[in-house]
């Protein structure tokens, strides 16, 4: 596609429940990343794939929270038993080399 | 790990007005982007500048990596040019650090 993709755009979850976001990189990038921003704040990094190198998941804030991705393509943040602190919107980037391109991000809101 | 630190906080200008964004960061980068976070929270890549002068238009950007500095330059200003303004460092972890941001507001 022409740019990375993101879906859904919002999700609103009850607390303890299950999400899933998803990223489309751009095709042909071979790194992709997860960043999630929390109300007025930066950006926090999450995770980093690259090829089929194993993931640097150094930014995952707890065990609830996972990502992976197929093919070298597609990439999936779950989220598992949502609490209100999760509230944020969860951003995904490719890259081919050094520069980094960004999807419009996912709203999560948990209830 | 690497601190990155952008100056000033907030800005308001009137429109035409030119403004000079700030990035210090405490190590050696090897990538370092600045982005343009429009209101409706979209990141848009303004530029790629490890190191160098580039131009597009009404914005220039300087990276003085043995500094480690960087600036970006918004001349004549305008209203679309409202948001936040993000400063991102790879300090050759290839994960990118942010700093927290300079909030534009231009005034018509």
């Known amino acids: 596609g022409a740019g990375v993709s993101q879906s859904p755009s919002n999700k609103v979850t009850e607390k303890g429940k299950d999400v899933e976001l998803r990223c489309d990189p751009i095709?042909?990038?071979?790194?992709l990343y997860w960043y999630r921003q929390s109300l007025g704040q930066g950006l926090e990094f999450l995770i980093y794939?690259?090829?089929?190198?194993?993931?640097?998941k150094s930014g995952l804030p707890s065990d609830r929270f996972s990502a992976e991705r197929t093919g070298g393509s597609v990439s999936t943040l779950t989220i598992q038993r949502t609490q209100q602190e999760d509230s944020a919107v969860y951003l995904c980037?490719?890259?081919?080399?050094?520069?980094?391109?960004f999807g419009q991000g996912t709203r999560l809101t948990v209830v | 790990g690497i601190q990155v630190e952008q100056s000033p906080p907030d800005l308001i200008l009137q429109e035409g007005a030119n403004s000079t964004l700030r990035c210090n960061f405490s190590?050696?980068?090897?990538?370092l982007q600045w982005f343009h976070q429009n209101p409706w929270g979209q990141l848009i890549n303004l530029f790629y500048?490890?190191?160098g002068t580039k131009q597009n238009g009404r914005l220039s950007a300087t990276t003085v990596a043995t500094e480690r500095y960087s600036l970006l330059y918004i001349s004549s200003s305008q209203t679309t040019d409202s948001g936040v303004y993000f400063c991102?460092?790879?300090?050759?972890?290839?994960?990118?650090?942010f700093g927290t941001g300079t909030r534009l507001k231009v005034l018509a």
């Open positions: 794939f690259q090829g089929n190198s194993a993931p640097d």
């Open positions: 980037a490719s890259s081919y080399g050094q520069e980094a391109f």
């Open positions: 095709s042909g990038h071979t790194a």
């Open positions: 991102a460092v790879d300090p050759g972890t290839y994960k990118y650090i």
């Open positions: 190590d050696s980068v090897n990538n």
């Open positions: 500048i490890p190191s």
